[in-house]
T-cell receptor
Framework: GAGVSQTPSNKVTEKGKYVELRCDPI?????LYWYRQSLGQGPEFLIY????????DSGLPNDRFFAVRPEGSVSTLKIQRTERGDSAVYLC????????????FGQGTRLTVV | GIQVEQSPPDLILQEGANSTLRCNFS?????LQWFHQNPWGQLINLFY???GTKQNGRLSATTVATERYSLLYISSSQTTDSGVYFC????????FGTGTSLTVIP
Protein backbone atom coordinates (compact mmCIF):
# COMPACT_ATOMS: atom_id res chain seq x y z
CA GLY A 1 0.00 0.00 0.00
CA ALA A 2 0.89 3.65 -0.19
CA GLY A 3 1.23 4.20 3.53
CA VAL A 4 1.71 2.42 6.83
CA SER A 5 -1.34 0.33 7.61
CA GLN A 6 -2.37 -0.78 11.09
CA THR A 7 -5.07 -3.26 12.02
CA PRO A 8 -7.40 -3.28 13.77
CA SER A 9 -8.15 0.42 14.03
CA ASN A 10 -9.98 -0.20 17.31
CA LYS A 11 -9.75 -3.04 19.77
CA VAL A 12 -11.71 -3.52 22.97
CA THR A 13 -10.60 -6.37 25.18
CA GLU A 14 -11.20 -7.59 28.70
CA LYS A 15 -8.59 -7.29 31.40
CA GLY A 16 -6.34 -10.32 31.41
CA LYS A 17 -6.82 -11.20 27.74
CA TYR A 18 -4.13 -11.45 25.05
CA VAL A 19 -4.10 -9.07 22.07
CA GLU A 20 -2.15 -8.76 18.85
CA LEU A 21 -1.78 -5.54 16.90
CA ARG A 22 -0.55 -5.62 13.31
CA CYS A 23 1.54 -3.16 11.31
CA ASP A 24 2.17 -3.23 7.55
CA PRO A 25 5.00 -0.81 6.77
CA ILE A 26 5.57 1.02 3.53
CA UNK A 27 6.93 -1.41 0.98
CA UNK A 28 10.72 -1.49 0.99
CA UNK A 29 11.14 0.27 4.33
CA UNK A 30 13.62 -1.62 6.47
CA UNK A 31 13.16 0.27 9.74
CA LEU A 32 9.95 -0.15 11.77
CA TYR A 33 8.95 1.47 15.06
CA TRP A 34 6.19 0.97 17.60
CA TYR A 35 5.03 3.83 19.80
CA ARG A 36 2.30 4.22 22.39
CA GLN A 37 0.34 7.41 22.93
CA SER A 38 -1.82 8.18 25.95
CA LEU A 39 -4.37 10.97 25.96
CA GLY A 40 -2.75 14.40 26.03
CA GLN A 41 0.76 13.03 25.71
CA GLY A 42 3.31 12.73 22.96
CA PRO A 43 4.06 9.30 21.48
CA GLU A 44 6.28 7.14 23.67
CA PHE A 45 8.86 4.83 22.10
CA LEU A 46 8.40 1.07 22.54
CA ILE A 47 10.62 -0.82 20.09
CA TYR A 48 12.60 -0.36 16.88
CA UNK A 49 13.30 -3.04 14.25
CA UNK A 50 16.00 -2.91 11.63
CA UNK A 51 15.06 -5.73 9.26
CA UNK A 52 13.97 -8.78 11.24
CA UNK A 53 15.81 -7.98 14.44
CA UNK A 54 14.86 -5.71 17.31
CA UNK A 55 17.62 -3.11 17.28
CA UNK A 56 16.26 -1.37 20.39
CA ASP A 57 13.52 -2.72 22.67
CA SER A 58 14.32 -0.51 25.62
CA GLY A 59 10.89 1.13 25.56
CA LEU A 60 8.86 -2.01 26.18
CA PRO A 61 7.34 -1.41 29.63
CA ASN A 62 7.52 -5.00 30.92
CA ASP A 63 7.65 -8.62 29.82
CA ARG A 64 3.95 -8.69 28.97
CA PHE A 65 4.84 -6.77 25.80
CA PHE A 66 6.56 -8.47 22.88
CA ALA A 67 6.94 -7.64 19.19
CA VAL A 68 8.07 -9.64 16.18
CA ARG A 69 8.92 -8.97 12.58
CA PRO A 70 9.79 -12.44 11.23
CA GLU A 71 10.24 -11.60 7.55
CA GLY A 72 11.42 -8.03 7.85
CA SER A 73 8.13 -6.55 6.70
CA VAL A 74 4.91 -6.96 8.72
CA SER A 75 5.25 -6.59 12.47
CA THR A 76 2.99 -7.75 15.29
CA LEU A 77 2.91 -6.22 18.75
CA LYS A 78 1.70 -8.74 21.32
CA ILE A 79 0.39 -7.90 24.76
CA GLN A 80 -0.27 -10.65 27.29
CA ARG A 81 -2.51 -10.43 30.36
CA THR A 82 -3.72 -6.97 29.40
CA GLU A 83 -4.29 -4.39 32.12
CA ARG A 84 -6.47 -1.28 32.11
CA GLY A 85 -3.30 0.83 32.09
CA ASP A 86 -2.43 -0.60 28.68
CA SER A 87 -5.28 1.36 27.15
CA ALA A 88 -3.78 3.79 24.64
CA VAL A 89 -3.29 4.38 20.94
CA TYR A 90 -0.53 2.19 19.55
CA LEU A 91 1.27 3.76 16.61
CA CYS A 92 3.54 2.13 14.08
CA UNK A 93 6.00 3.93 11.81
CA UNK A 94 8.44 2.92 9.12
CA UNK A 95 11.39 4.60 7.45
CA UNK A 96 13.46 3.74 4.38
CA UNK A 97 16.66 2.71 6.09
CA UNK A 98 18.08 3.17 9.55
CA UNK A 99 16.86 5.36 12.36
CA UNK A 100 18.07 8.58 10.86
CA UNK A 101 15.75 9.04 7.92
CA UNK A 102 12.20 10.34 7.63
CA UNK A 103 9.60 8.23 9.41
CA UNK A 104 5.97 7.77 8.33
CA PHE A 105 3.24 6.82 10.79
CA GLY A 106 0.15 4.69 10.47
CA GLN A 107 -3.24 5.74 11.74
CA GLY A 108 -2.83 3.80 14.96
CA THR A 109 -4.77 1.14 16.85
CA ARG A 110 -6.87 2.39 19.73
CA LEU A 111 -6.74 -0.28 22.45
CA THR A 112 -9.25 -0.18 25.26
CA VAL A 113 -8.95 -2.65 28.12
CA VAL A 114 -12.15 -2.95 30.17
CA GLY B 1 17.48 10.12 26.34
CA ILE B 2 17.11 13.39 24.48
CA GLN B 3 14.74 15.92 26.05
CA VAL B 4 12.39 17.74 23.67
CA GLU B 5 10.48 20.82 24.79
CA GLN B 6 7.80 22.50 22.74
CA SER B 7 6.26 25.89 23.25
CA PRO B 8 3.70 27.20 23.64
CA PRO B 9 1.72 24.21 24.95
CA ASP B 10 -1.55 25.74 23.79
CA LEU B 11 -2.35 28.37 21.19
CA ILE B 12 -5.65 29.90 20.06
CA LEU B 13 -5.64 31.92 16.86
CA GLN B 14 -8.15 33.84 14.85
CA GLU B 15 -8.39 32.56 11.29
CA GLY B 16 -5.89 34.41 9.11
CA ALA B 17 -3.35 35.02 11.88
CA ASN B 18 0.27 33.89 11.80
CA SER B 19 2.08 31.86 14.46
CA THR B 20 5.45 30.43 15.41
CA LEU B 21 5.90 27.15 17.26
CA ARG B 22 9.21 26.30 18.88
CA CYS B 23 11.02 23.05 19.58
CA ASN B 24 14.12 22.91 21.80
CA PHE B 25 16.16 19.75 22.19
CA SER B 26 18.86 18.79 24.64
CA UNK B 27 21.49 17.08 22.51
CA UNK B 28 22.84 16.73 18.99
CA UNK B 29 20.41 14.95 16.70
CA UNK B 30 20.57 13.28 13.32
CA UNK B 31 16.99 13.90 12.34
CA LEU B 32 14.16 16.29 13.16
CA GLN B 33 10.60 16.05 11.95
CA TRP B 34 7.48 18.15 12.45
CA PHE B 35 4.12 16.40 12.50
CA HIS B 36 0.52 17.53 12.63
CA GLN B 37 -1.79 15.18 14.51
CA ASN B 38 -5.27 15.61 13.18
CA PRO B 39 -8.45 15.14 15.25
CA TRP B 40 -8.57 11.48 14.18
CA GLY B 41 -5.12 10.86 15.66
CA GLN B 42 -3.21 10.48 12.41
CA LEU B 43 0.33 11.90 12.47
CA ILE B 44 0.85 13.77 9.23
CA ASN B 45 4.41 14.52 8.12
CA LEU B 46 4.99 18.22 7.68
CA PHE B 47 8.76 18.54 7.43
CA TYR B 48 11.85 16.39 7.62
CA UNK B 49 14.36 19.08 8.55
CA UNK B 50 17.56 18.11 10.41
CA UNK B 51 18.96 21.53 9.44
CA GLY B 52 18.21 24.55 7.30
CA THR B 53 14.91 26.00 6.12
CA LYS B 54 12.07 24.50 4.13
CA GLN B 55 8.76 25.84 2.93
CA ASN B 56 5.57 24.12 1.89
CA GLY B 57 2.72 26.46 1.06
CA ARG B 58 1.65 28.37 4.17
CA LEU B 59 4.02 26.40 6.36
CA SER B 60 7.74 26.77 6.75
CA ALA B 61 10.30 25.42 9.17
CA THR B 62 13.81 26.29 10.25
CA THR B 63 16.20 24.13 12.24
CA VAL B 64 19.39 25.54 13.76
CA ALA B 65 21.07 22.31 14.79
CA THR B 66 24.09 23.98 16.39
CA GLU B 67 21.77 25.87 18.77
CA ARG B 68 19.42 22.91 19.25
CA TYR B 69 16.12 24.39 18.21
CA SER B 70 13.61 24.34 15.41
CA LEU B 71 10.77 26.69 14.51
CA LEU B 72 7.55 25.98 12.64
CA TYR B 73 5.83 28.96 11.04
CA ILE B 74 2.17 28.90 10.11
CA SER B 75 0.94 31.83 8.05
CA SER B 76 -2.66 32.82 7.27
CA SER B 77 -3.97 30.10 9.56
CA GLN B 78 -7.12 28.18 8.65
CA THR B 79 -9.51 26.17 10.81
CA THR B 80 -8.14 22.99 9.24
CA ASP B 81 -4.77 23.80 10.82
CA SER B 82 -6.25 22.95 14.23
CA GLY B 83 -4.76 19.98 16.01
CA VAL B 84 -1.59 19.10 17.84
CA TYR B 85 1.83 19.81 16.37
CA PHE B 86 4.68 17.56 17.41
CA CYS B 87 8.39 17.89 16.99
CA UNK B 88 10.37 14.63 17.01
CA UNK B 89 14.12 14.24 17.02
CA UNK B 90 16.26 11.16 16.67
CA UNK B 91 19.43 9.93 18.09
CA UNK B 92 18.98 6.16 18.21
CA UNK B 93 15.19 6.43 18.39
CA UNK B 94 12.62 9.17 17.84
CA UNK B 95 11.94 11.36 20.86
CA PHE B 96 8.74 13.39 20.80
CA GLY B 97 7.94 16.63 22.52
CA THR B 98 4.64 17.07 24.38
CA GLY B 99 3.20 19.02 21.50
CA THR B 100 1.53 22.37 20.84
CA SER B 101 -2.24 22.24 20.72
CA LEU B 102 -3.46 24.74 18.14
CA THR B 103 -7.05 25.90 17.82
CA VAL B 104 -7.95 28.19 14.93
CA ILE B 105 -11.30 29.89 15.33
CA PRO B 106 -13.28 31.35 12.43
Amino acid sequence: GAGVSQTPSNKVTEKGKYVELRCDPISGHTALYWYRQSLGQGPEFLIYFQGTGAADDSGLPNDRFFAVRPEGSVSTLKIQRTERGDSAVYLCASSPSDGYTEAFFGQGTRLTVV
Amino acid sequence: GIQVEQSPPDLILQEGANSTLRCNFSDSVNNLQWFHQNPWGQLINLFYIPSGTKQNGRLSATTVATERYSLLYISSSQTTDSGVYFCAVSGNQFYFGTGTSLTVIP
